[in-house]
């Protein structure tokens, strides 16, 4: 998949009038068949927005998207949707909720329900076919999203910070059996987070994308072995070394616009690594 | 789970005693003010009771209870095979709905009842009338709901529909139609509510038959045993349409009774 050279703009309500707000600019970027990619930058940067455009859910201003050679991508099968808000249909059941996209995309009943099964398995939900979303705990909900996007089977698995509302615990069991998943049924992800250490074990690369007008600042290798929940990651020598170099062109990213009172990053990160003053913008106006 | 159930059952059995504990008192404070005011003014309770078997007795209600409901159930019919689809189309074409929304809400907005003259001298004052008259008053709950339904539709589930490829078409039937339900359901209750209202206030402006007739027959001439009963049965009727379509509601959404 190759981005080139995309910009989309939002009217932004002004009083009376509207002005113009350029989300993205002249972003470009490539993604290898199979390759994990974890996209990173501050909150209010067009992350989202890109994930969108690349789905085909909203049309770029300028610049254009290839898939597989193809140009404007539109939604369909080819690509698999996880929201951070889950987004279940609350009067479908587990079950109904993972045959949707597969009944909208008119594949056939038996095929249907054999893939829902097989997915609803592999995300540890089997006995939960016939509960409704609203008996179940936000994690269950994101493994049923999970579950649901992978149905499609997807050559392209788009995931917007699909672990950020959960809390840290469940947040991390979900990235491993992410991880596990990904292992056994290769296929590209493009995952959207702020989460440094969520990066960091799954990415193969990560690409940092600056604030509003957001583009592609920088891309780092993530060199780490797979499967990666077999050993502790955070133990590796250039683990610290990478989040600490990605936490602080995050922070100079944050200061530099100085829109938005701070990047959302875990607790143990929000600890200024030695010789280093971090001091929350919100803060200041206490 | 199972204490769960047991304590759902505790819940519902609290319930219905206090119902019962209320209806007691209701007929209490009736009796007391009965034997207070004297029967020009309230009829005893039990007075009501022989009354009402006596009147259905003879066949009277029945025969007024048929008059009534032909209207009721024409006019409803009418109402929900117009105002559903109408709703629908409103919440599903934004142009639809955006011309038409305005209307509605001038309509609604007058008072209908003022318009019974009209509908008189358009209609003569046979049973055409009535049903327009409860038309009329029906009518509106019944489309301002449904389409307020499809238009609060969740966006975050359309998008996501549509990020699966969904066709407006799909969103529709598989997104808005559903999300509507509750919405639906609530607006053919107003309808059917004000529908036996629409009734009653027809038969009294209109040509006197059915349950509104007896009420101001009885009325008229004092016979207050009499006009309780047609009172009460029209109460009940009301009720009864309710309960029925909340227990539909609570069968349609299933995933409701389990929401925290």
């Known amino acids: 998949m190759l981005v080139r050279d995309l910009s989309k703009s939002f009217p932004l309500r002004q009083g009376k009038g509207y002005s113009v707000l350029n989300v993205i600019e002249d972003l470009s970027m490539g993604v290898e068949e199979n390759e994990f990619v974890v996209i990173i930058g501050p909150s209010g940067s067009g992350k989202t927005t890109l994930l969108k455009l690349i789905d085909g859910l909203i049309p770029p201003d300028s610049g254009e998207i290839l898939i597989d050679g193809t140009d404007h991508p539109r939604p369909g099968p080819k690509m698999g949707f996880v929201f951070q808000s889950f987004r279940l249909m609350p009067w479908r059941t587990v079950m109904a909720n993972v045959l949707f996209p597969l009944q909208i995309n008119h594949v056939d009943r038996q095929t249907a329900s054999e893939r829902a099964v097989k997915y609803i398995s592999q995300v540890g939900l089997t006995g939960f076919e016939n509960s409704y979303p609203s008996e179940l705990s936000g994690g269950m909900q994101q493994r049923v999203g999970l579950a649901r996007a992978m149905a499609l089977e997807p050559e392209i698995l788009l995931m917007d910070e699909p672990f950020g509302s959960l809390d840290a615990q469940t947040s991390e069991l979900l990235q491993v059996e992410l991880l596990k998943l990904w292992q056994f049924k290769r296929n590209t992800v493009i995952f959207v987070t702020h989460n440094l250490d969520e990066a960091l074990l799954l990415a193969d690369r990560i690409v940092l994308i600056g604030a509003r007008p957001s583009r592609v600042e920088e891309e780092i290798k993530v060199p780490f072995r797979r499967p990666r929940w077999t050993y502790d990651v955070r133990s590796e020598p250039e683990y610290p070394v990478l989040r600490r170099h990605l936490w602080t062109r995050l922070r100079e990213m944050v200061s530099k616009s100085g829109t938005f009172p701070g990047v959302k990053v875990q607790s143990a990160a929000a600890e200024p690594l030695a010789g280093e003053e971090w001091t929350p913008r919100l803060a200041d106006r206490r | ?260």
């Open chain 2, 1 to 260: 789970m199972s204490g769960q159930i047991a304590a759902k059952n505790r819940s519902r059995r609290t319930a219905w005693v206090t119902r019962i504990a209320i209806f007691v008192g209701l007929i209490v404070v009736w009796q007391l003010a009965a034997m207070s005011l004297g029967p020009l003014f309230l009829p005893l309770p039990l007075a009501v009771v022989k009354a009402t078997v006596a009147l259905f007795g003879n066949g009277t209600i029945e025969l007024a209870l048929e008059q009534s409901m032909t209207v009721f159930l024409t006019a409803f019919a009418i109402s929900l095979g117009i105002g559903i689809p109408l709703g629908l189309v409103m919440g599903g074409i934004k142009a639809v709905g955006d011309a038409v929304d305005s209307f509605i809400n001038l309509f609604n907005s007058m008072p209908r009842i003022a318009l019974i003259p009209l509908m008189v001298a358009w209609f003569g004052l046979g049973v055409t009338a009535k049903i327009a008259i409860v038309v009329l008053l029906a009518f509106f709950p019944i489309v301002i709901n449904t389409y307020n339904g499809v238009l609060n539709t969740d966006k975050d589930l359309l998008e996501a529909a549509s990020s699966f490829g969904a066709s407006k078409a799909q969103l529709f039937t598989s997104v808005m139609l559903r999300a509507a339900l509750s919405n639906i359901i609530t607006g053919i209750r107003l309808g059917a509510s004000v529908g036996i209202l629409g009734v009653v206030v027809a038969e009294l402006f209109t040509a006197i038959t059915g349950l509104g007739g007896l009420i101001v027959n009885y009325g008229n001439t004092f016979q207050l045993n009499d006009y309780f009963v047609p009172v009460l049965v029209l109460s009940v009727i009301g009720a009864s349409i309710s309960e029925g379509l909340k227990v539909l509601e609570r069968k349609l959404t299933p995933w409701k009774s389990f929401q925290r």
